[in-house]
C-alpha cells in the first residue's frame, strides 16, 4: 500500500517538495466530524519553522478542502487536502541530482525510482509531506477528542537535555503542550535546547532528540493482535516520519535491564473500574490497551542536511566527490515533528477504532 | 488484518495455547523454495527452552506440512504448517479465567473479547504460538539465502550484562549465531547471562534484554516510503512478537543526542558499487534500503510470569486479590526470542522483495 | 491477497485436492458466536453429490476445528477449520501432470507456477476447495441468522429447465430451499432437471446452469462505495467459486434493453419504514443496500470435466495430443456450488456487517 | 478500502460532483511510463457527452497533474490528478436533499451517512466522478500499450439493438474503437442506436445497453486464485461503475444453458506456443489469464434520471411524494461508460501485472 495508511481509517499521500501541490487523502472519517480550519491551520503552524531555529523558507501553508467537508463537517466520503506549493527555488536543488545527500533519501529513491524521480528538494521524500500529514491529523485529533481521547507530545530530550517526565495530572500537561510552540513542560528547559540548536546551527550542524507522547482516555480494549497490535500499528506509522529511528512504549529499552518485579503492572479496582497500579507498560498489554495512558516514546536523529563538507559519490560519473549544501535547512526538526507524531498517532487510533467500533463512532451519529 | 501480516508474502496465524493445534499459513511464497524439514526442526528447537533456564513445559513441535509443498518445493500456493499442542495442563490456568496475570494479556483480551475468549495458558495469546512462525519463519529464511540475504540474531544484552558488538567480518558473525543455542557473540558472556537469568529464577523473578539483529545481502531500493518503509513494516512485525517494547535501527536512540556530523553515513564508491563509510542508519535512508547491512534492535521485557506475590483484581467479583502464579515459566524469553525475530525479519523482507520484484523472485524461476 | 478475502471478517483458503488436507482460517467473527457443528456437518452434506449425478468420490469430510472456537463459541480469534484429504487416487491423474485438461486451470497453473503446482487432482485449483469454504460459511450463516439475515439459493436454471421465480413470501421459500439437497422452489422441475443432468452424463458430457439467491434482513446502508460496493465485493467473492462466469444483480442484464421507467423502483413508506416497490435494482443502489431483499445470479458453467475426447497438448513435448479423462467426475456442479454460494455470499456480508458497525456486532455483545 | 482498489497499483477517488474538485491518486505506477497529457484529454472527451444525447452540462474536464509526474514521466511515487468542478448549478438539486430520485444513490447514501453526506448532484456517488477515473486510467492505457496489451469495448447493445460481434482481427477492431466517439464495430448500428436514444429522451425516458470488452496481448499467467482471481479482481473494478448491474466473461450467462463439450475451448500448439482453438471462456481458466484475448462483458442499466413523474418519499417528513427532475442529464450512458470500463479494466490489469513482474515492471526500467 506504500503511501496508503490504515485499514478502517486510510491516509494516502501524494506529492513532491518543489511540484504544483501536496496533498492527503483521509477515507474512512466517520460523518459529521466537525471541520474547524482555524484548528487545522493551527497544527500547521506548530509544524512550521519558529524563528531563528527554524528554516528560512517560508511556508504559509494555504491549504484547500477539496472533498469529503460539507456544511463544516465531515461527509463520511473521502476527504482531501492539499497544499500548494510556494516559495520553491528549485535552483538550490540542482548538484542533487547526481550526488546525493548522506542521511537522505536521495541516493535510495536514485536505487528504486531508477532516477525517473523528482530530486528537486527531496521530491517526494522531502519532510514538507508530513504538512499533508498535519493538516488531515488536526482532523483526527478533534474527532478524538470529541470522545475525551486527548493526545501530546513535548521534546523528552533535545541537544542533550532533558524535559521533565510527564506529571500526575497527564491531562493538564497535554492541554499546556497542544498550546505551546516549542512544547516542553518545564518552560526553563526551553532556553537551553534552544541555545544548543543555535549553537549546532552556528557551527553548520544540527541536534537531534526524543519526542515522548502520552495519549489519555483511550479505552481497554484497542488493539488487534497478533500483528495489528496498538504498538505495531502506532510504530508502523511513526516510523514513516522521516528522521524516526526508534519507537519504544513505556518503559521500551528501560526494561530490558528490569525485572519481572519491576516491569508488571499490578492491576487494582476502584468503583467498578480496573487500572494498572504503575504504567510501566505504557497502556498496552499483548498489544491490546488497557485503559492506562498510552505513553510512546520516538527517537528523532539530527536534521541530515548540515552545511559540513561532507563526502559523497556523483552517481553518473561513479566516482566520490565533495558535498557542500546551500541553501536553507533546519539546525534541528524534533521540535516541529512533535505535531506530526501527534497527527500520525490521531490517525492510528481513529483506525483502530473505527475497526473496533464501527465506520460511525467517531462521527456526529 | 490483524492476524495476517505482508501484502505480497502474507502470514496467517491462529491457534491457542490448549486448543488442538497451532499453525500459520503463508500466502506469496514464490513456487520452487526448497523446504528443507531439518531446517524447520533445527529452528524449532532455537525456539524452545533450553536446560534449567527454559519452562519445564516439554514441546516436541512435531510439526506438519498441511499445503503449499510438493515434491520438497514451495508450490507457489498457501503453505500451511500446523503443530499439535501436546502436554498442555489446564488445569494449572483454571484460576487465570477470572484473574488477569500482570504484564500478560488476559486483562486487554477480557476487554476486548468479553470473556470469550479461550483464557487457558493465555489461549491466542500465548507466546506458545511463536512457534508457528518459526516454522514458516525457516521457510522465509531459506528463500533469501538462496539470495545470499543472511540474518542473525544476538542477545546485545541480558539482566544488565552485554555481549560484544557485531564485527567487521558480519558475515562470519551472522553465522556462528545460527547455529548456536544461546546467541551470543563473546562466548564468554553466555555464562554470567545465563547465571543472572538463573538468579532470577531462583528469586521467583525474571529478566529482559535487548536483542540485536543483522541483515546483509539485502540490495538496496528495498521499502515502500510514505508508509511501507523497511523501518515500519519490520517494527509493526517486531512489535507483534510478545514482550518486544521498544524497536530502533542503527543508532537508534542513540542519535537523539548526536550531531547531523556524527550521524550522516557519507557516501563513497569503489569498484562501481556505492556504499557508505559508516552505517549509524543501520543500512536504511528515508525508508528505503541502502544496501549496508540492516541494523536492527529489540527491547525484551522481561517475561511477566513470576512466581512472587502480585496484585491483581477478579473480574468477576470485581475486588482486588491477590495472585501467586503456580505451574512452569519462563524466568527469561529473550535466548528464545532471537529465532522469532529472524523468523518476522525474514517474513517482512520476504514480502517487501516479492512486491518489488515480483512473485517469482525468491523461487526457482 | 491472492488466497485470504475480506477486510474486516477475512477467509483464507489453504490446501490441494491431494495434499494432507484442505483448510480455512476466518479472522474477524465477533467473539460469542454459537458454533453448531451439526449444521457445519449439514452444509457439507448439501455439498457433496447426490446419488448417481455426483461423482463418486466418497467425501465424508470429517472436519476438525484446530482453533477460534470454545464452549461452542466464537472466540474472536482466528477460527480455523481442516478437513483431512481421505480416499484420493492420485494414479488417476497421472497423465495430467503434462496433459491440461480443456476448460480447467491446469494450463494456467503451469504458466503461473512452472510446473512446480501439485497437479494431483487440480490440486489448490480442485473444487474440493469448497468444502472449506461451506465449512467456514456456515459459522457466517449462524452469525447473519441470528441478526435475522437469511440467505438461500436455488438452481434457477440447469440443463435448459427453469424454476420458478422466488415468490412473494420469500422467507417461506429461503427456509425450503435451505432443508432441500436439490434446491428447487417448484419440486417439479427437479425431476426434469436431474434427467438432464443424467442424459448428459451417459453422453459422457455435461451442463451448466444459473443460481440464484436472495438476502432477506439485510439492512440498509451496508455497501462502501465507490470501490467495496455490495455488488463488487460480492461479485468479487462469487468469481471465485470455480465455474462461475457470470454475475449480475437484480434485473442485471435484463435491464440493458430496459428504460429508466421500467428499471427505476419508486420509493414509499408505510409506518415509519422505506421501501421501495419494485426491486428491478436487486437491493443495492449506488452499490449500497437499501434494505429490499438481495437478489443476485451467478452464471455456472459446465463442469469441463468430459469423457468424451478433446484436444489438448503435451506441455513438455510441446505436441499436440488428444486427451480422454478417466475417472469419477461431476456430470453438473450447479446443485452443489448453490451452498458454496450461500457461504461465499454470507463471508462477504459478514465483512461488510463487521466494517460498518464494528468487530462485535455479528457476535454475544 | 472503501474508495481505494488495488494492492500494488492503488487507486484512491475523491471528490464530489458540487465541490471544489474531483481527483484520484494512483500508487504503484513503475517509475517511467510516459505521460501523454492529449492522450488524458482525449479520453476524457470520449467520456464526455457527445451532441444531443449528451448531457448539457459542460465539462471541458481542464485536468491538473498535481504530482507524480516528473519531466513527462512517472516518478513512480503517487500520481495525483485533480479535475475542477465548473458550470455546478447546484440550485437545480435543492428539493433532492430531502427526496430520494429512484435508482440513484440518494436514499442509500442517506441511509450510511446519516444526512451528512453533499447531496448536490449526488454528491461522492455522481457519475462525475468517473472523470477522475478516466485521466489516470489513461496513464494505466498507455503503460500496457507499451507492453502490447491493447484494451477496447464496443457498445454490444443499446436500446435494443446490437452491434456485430468482434471479428477474427481483433487488434484492429480494438483501434478502431479507441478512435470512435460513440463506439460501434459496425458503423451502420450508430444511427439505430442514436435514434433509440433520442426516442427515449423525448419521452422524458432513458435506454440501457451493454459494454463487451477485449484485451488482446495479455500473457498467460496472470490472477491470483482463489480470491484474486482476474475475473474476482475486474468484476469487483468493474460493478463500482455506476448503472453496471451485471458482469460475464467469455460466453457468460450463455454457457449455462451449455455442454461441457460445447464450452470447453480446446488446447493447440503451433511454433512452441499454445492457445486455444476456441475462447469461450474468454482467455480465462481457474481465474488466471491463458493468453487469450479477454473478453468482458458488462450490462449497463438505463440511466436512472429520467423526466417522468416518480413516486418517492419526503425522508423529513416520512410521507409519500411524487417528483419529477429538473436539469440536465442523460437519456443514456453506456456510450460515455466505454471508457470508463477500459480505464478500471486498465487499472485492474496494472495492479495484476506489477503483483505478478514487479513493481517496475511497466515502467522504463
Known amino acids: 500500500m506504500k503511501n496508503s495508511f490504515g485499514t478502517h481509517v486510510t491516509v494516502t499521500l501524494f506529492g513532491e517538495s518543489h511540484g504544483d501541490a501536496i496533498g492527503a487523502v483521509v477515507d474512512g472519517f466517520a460523518p459529521g466530524i466537525p471541520v ?7 497544527q500547521l503552524s506548530l509544524r512550521r519553522a519558529v524563528g531563528k531555529i527554524g528554516t528560512a523558507r517560508r511556508e504559509a501553508d494555504p491549504f484547500q478542502i477539496i472533498s469529503g467537508v460539507f456544511q463544516g463537517k465531515t461527509t463520511g466520503t473521502p476527504l482531501c487536502i492539499i497544499i500548494p506549493n510556494e516559495d520553491t527555488r528549485s535552483g538550490d536543488y540542482d548538484q542533487l541530482r547526481r550526488i546525493p545527500r548522506p542521511g537522505h533519501a536521495d541516493y535510495t529513491a536514485w536505487c528504486k525510482y531508477h532516477g525517473y524521480q523528482d530530486h528537486r528538494g527531496g ?38 537535555i532533558s524535559d521533565r517526565a510527564f506529571g ?94 519491576t516491569c508488571n503492572d499490578a492491576f487494582s479496582v476502584e468503583n467498578g473500574s480496573v487500572f494498572t497500579l504503575t504504567n510501566h507498560n505504557g497502556g498496552v498489554n499483548g498489544g491490546i490497551s488497557n485503559g492506562m495512558p498510552l505513553l510512546i516514546r520516538c527517537a528523532v536523529k539530527p536534521t541530515p542536511s548540515i552545511f559540513k563538507e561532507q563526502q559523497s559519490v556523483d552517481l ?50
Not at 521530491?123 to 501530546?152: D, P, Y
Not at 493538564?172 to 534552544?194: E, H, I, P
Not at 541555545?195 to 480494549?221: C, F
Not at 505495531?232 to 519481572?260: N, T, Y
Request: glycine content about 14%; charged content about 20%; overall charge negative.
Open 36 to 42: 474547524d480550519t482555524d484548528f487545522i491551520a493551527s
Open 123 to 160: 521530491g517526494h521524500f522531502s519532510g514538507r509531506l508530513t504538512a499533508a500529514l498535519v493538516a488531515v491529523g488536526a482532523v483526527a485529533i478533534s474527532a478524538l477528542r470529541e470522545k475525551g481521547i486527548v493526545i501530546g507530545t513535548h521534546i523528552a530530550r533535545c541537544g542533550g
Open 168 to 261: 500526575d495530572d497527564l491531562l493538564s500537561d497535554l492541554t499546556r503542550l497542544n498550546s505551546s510552540a516549542f512544547a516542553v513542560l518545564d518552560s526553563d528547559v526551553k532556553r537551553a535546547m534552544v541555545q544548543r540548536i543555535e549553537q549546532a546551527a552556528a557551527e553548520g550542524d544540527s541536534v537531534g532528540g526524543v519526542l515522548e507522547t502520552a495519549v489519555t482516555g483511550l479505552p481497554g480494549g484497542v488493539g488487534e493482535p497478533w500483528f495489528d497490535t496498538a504498538e505495531g500499528l502506532l510504530s508502523h506509522a511513526l516510523f514513516s516520519i522521516p528522521a524516526v529511528k526508534g519507537v519504544e512504549f513505556g518503559d521500551g529499552f528501560g526494561m530490558a535491564d528490569g525485572r519481572g518485579s
Open 316 to 365: 553518473e560519473r561513479m566516482e566520490n566527490v565533495s558535498l557542500r549544501l546551500q541553501g536553507r535547512h533546519d539546525p534541528a526538526i524534533v521540535h516541529r515533528a512533535r505535531v506530526v507524531v501527534d497527527s500520525m498517532t490521531a490517525l492510528t487510533l481513529c483506525d483502530l477504532l473505527a475497526g473496533r467500533f464501527g465506520a460511525d463512532y467517531l462521527g456526529g451519529k
